[in-house]
């Protein structure tokens, strides 16, 4: 008789070892960074927003003010985002993703508040909430959830691969109708790279990836106000006064900032930077902090991404295994594309800076994103997959029956 190949058997998701207890081991090195980063967005927010909220609201420090409680909240956040067990959010799949869906299209048929030209938010008292930023939380959970049910059928088109292009695809709809480009990019960036980390086949996604970008260049092409800013981003010179003021103006920090920079609270630029405290942000920390300033910042986010990243390779399941690569992934392509929108090398987004810019919504986003992530480093120390062991041919036949499907 023929030698029985070992097999490995993936045990269902609520069978998987799991760590138990407030005493297991949590990444600090990613508690770490994530710390860091809400304080140092506290503080270039308050140096980047001091003038603008003394001219309109006779309050230096009106900004700073709501983004402390902002932080404090999202620290919070992140902690009870740890403390709860990953593995309930299985089952919570489909009431987030509709329940984001929902507001989507509420801010779509006329309930958004209106800023900058677009209704992204929805108003509940005094608080504002932008349901793109859960949006993308939303289907990252969503799609960890799908990709571990499906396994090695995620290779196929019908079951594998399409569906997960759908749910995508309507939530960037939505995105757009707002309208949101940005948040629709990060979306469709982010079904691409699980899909490629679950094993999709690849020339499925270069095709998607293709139409993907035609449909990009049809959105800023058939509208006036996307073609009319990317003509200005592509002449900039000609357009500093008018459409490229921000991103022209963007690039003058970076450039006065020099190798060290000017020094904190001493940046010229947020006289003539709008907004410099929410999507600019990282201008103002190229002028006042200098290329060792970027350099750093960039250096803070690769260490979030690459301990997303160390969380998913030791992660006890599949489910918290795409689970974290999406969070990371989330992550690193909105810091990605903020600074390039700063540097102008990309056009103006609305894209914010994670942990860093001044707004609520997204820093709880990120920062319940950031506690997901925790708790799924705090259960992957010293878990090992169930394994099946050896079965020779001399192994008896209960055995085998124990063991067989």
Not at 6 to 18: C, E, F, G, K, T
Not at 36 to 60: C, E, I, K, N
Not at 76 to 92: G, I, M, N, W
Not at 182 to 190: I, K
């Amino acid at each position: 008789m023929k030698n029985f190949r070992r097999l490995q058997l993936a045990a269902p998701l609520d069978a998987r070892p799991r760590s138990t207890g407030p005493s297991a081991p949590v990444d600090s090195v990613l508690g770490a960074v994530v710390v860091a980063l809400v304080g140092f967005g506290v503080v270039m927010v308050y140096s980047a927003s001091a003038m603008q909220a003394t001219v309109q609201h006779h309050d230096p420090q009106f900004f700073l003010k709501r983004q402390v409680a902002y932080g404090l909240s999202a620290l919070a956040a992140t902690f009870c985002a740890s403390r709860f067990d990953y593995h309930r959010l299985y089952k919570l799949t489909y009431p987030v993703l509709l329940g984001v869906g929902v507001l989507l299209l509420l801010c779509v048929v006329g309930f958004g508040h209106s800023g900058g030209g677009a209704a992204r938010w929805l108003t509940v008292g005094p608080v504002h909430v932008q349901p793109a930023e859960m949006a993308k939380v939303a289907l990252v959970i969503w799609l960890a959830y799908s990709l571990a049910k499906k396994a090695e059928r995620v290779k196929t088109f019908t079951v594998g691969f399409l569906p997960h292009l759908i749910v995508a695809g309507i939530l960037m709809v939505l995105c757009l109708k707002q309208p949101d480009f940005g948040s629709a990019v990060v979306l469709l960036l982010l079904t691409f790279t699980m899909l490629f980390v679950a094993g999709a086949k690849i020339g499925y996604i270069l095709g998607a990836s293709i139409l993907g970008a035609a449909f990009g260049a049809a959105a800023i092409r058939f509208r006036e106000y996307r073609y009319e800013r990317y003509l200005a981003w592509l002449h900039m010179d000609e357009h500093r006064q008018d459409l490229a003021y921000q991103p022209f103006q963007s690039v003058m920090s970076f450039g006065s900032g020099g190798p060290t920079g000017l020094g904190l609270g001493r940046g010229l630029q947020t006289l003539y930077l709008p907004e410099a405290h929410t999507d600019f942000v990282a201008a103002i920390v190229g002028e006042e902090l200098g290329f060792v300033g970027v350099a750093g910042l960039c250096a803070a986010y690769l260490v979030l991404v690459a301990r997303g990243v160390r969380a998913a390779l030791r992660a006890p399941d599949d489910f918290g295994s795409f689970l974290a690569f999406g969070l990371s992934t989330m992550f690193g392509v909105q810091a990605l594309i903020n600074v390039a929108v700063a540097l102008a090398i990309l056009p103006t987004k609305g894209l914010t800076l994670p942990f860093v810019s001044f707004g609520g919504s997204s820093l709880l986003v990120n920062a319940v994103a950031a506690g997901i992530l925790l708790n799924i480093s705090r259960q992957s120390e010293g878990v090992e997959t169930p394994r099946v062991e050896v079965l020779s041919a001399e192994a008896t036949t209960e055995t085998v029956a124990e063991v067989a499907p």
